[in-house]
């Protein structure tokens, strides 16, 4: 009998019931994303009267919020807090720095060609359980930072690790979700490299 090699099967495509999953999870993300910065806008800011441009530097460099926030409120007392931002760069802060329309370019092409490509492979069913999770946290992380890009000019941040713990950026919902998201990745390539490499066969 001749020889044959074991290999791995194309995963078939995702069926309706994980796509439909997959858009409820994604909806219900992004709503308490949005919905947290909503909240922090009303409760943890004020308005700023003498606010200047939208993330643009004064001739100091520095850039006036434009809305003022309230003192800190206790989340977890000594160890979170809620306290608002507004972060004109990525997730963490990240490219805050940058040029308005370095900021508009990085951020438009990596959340569109995000969402584009995590949808794709997920439709044809690429990866496993923890890539399926982590699409819509993903994705709802990038719609939500960019939909404040697209309203405010900014993304809204309002939670902080207590400084006396350590300094940490201010973040969101949305960070913790796209964190979370990439971790899941990682994990379940972690995962494939233990898996045995399957061996030939003959019979």
Not at 31 to 60: F, I, M, Y
Not at 65 to 91: D, H, M, S, W
Not at 109 to 119: Q, T
Request: glycine letters at 8%; proline letters at 6%.
């Amino acid at each position: 009998m001749a020889a044959a090699m074991a290999t791995l099967e194309e995963r078939p495509r995702r069926d309706a019931r994980a796509l439909l999953i997959m858009i409820v999870s994604l909806v219900l993300y992004t709503a308490a994303d949005l919905g947290t910065k909503e909240w922090a806008l009303d409760n943890l800011s004020r308005t700023n009267a003498a606010a200047g441009p939208v993330c643009e530097p004064d001739a100091q460099g520095l850039r006036s919020f434009q809305r003022l926030p309230t003192p800190p409120k206790p989340f977890i007392e000594g160890v979170l807090r809620l306290n608002y931002a507004e972060n004109c760069g990525a997730a963490f802060s990240m490219l805050r720095s940058a040029p308005g329309w370095a900021r508009a370019l990085v951020f438009g092409v990596a959340s569109i060609g995000a969402a584009i490509v995590l949808s794709v492979m997920f439709v044809r069913g690429s990866g496993g359980r923890l890539f399926a999770i982590a699409v819509p946290l993903i994705l709802s992380g990038a719609i939500g930072n960019l939909a404040d890009r697209i309203r405010h000019g900014f993304v809204v941040d309002f939670l902080q690790v207590d400084p006396q713990l350590f300094n940490y950026p201010v973040f969101n919902v949305a960070d913790i979700w796209i964190a979370v998201g990439v971790g899941l990745l990682l994990l379940e390539g972690g995962d494939k490299k233990k898996k045995p490499v399957e061996q030939p066969v003959t019979a």
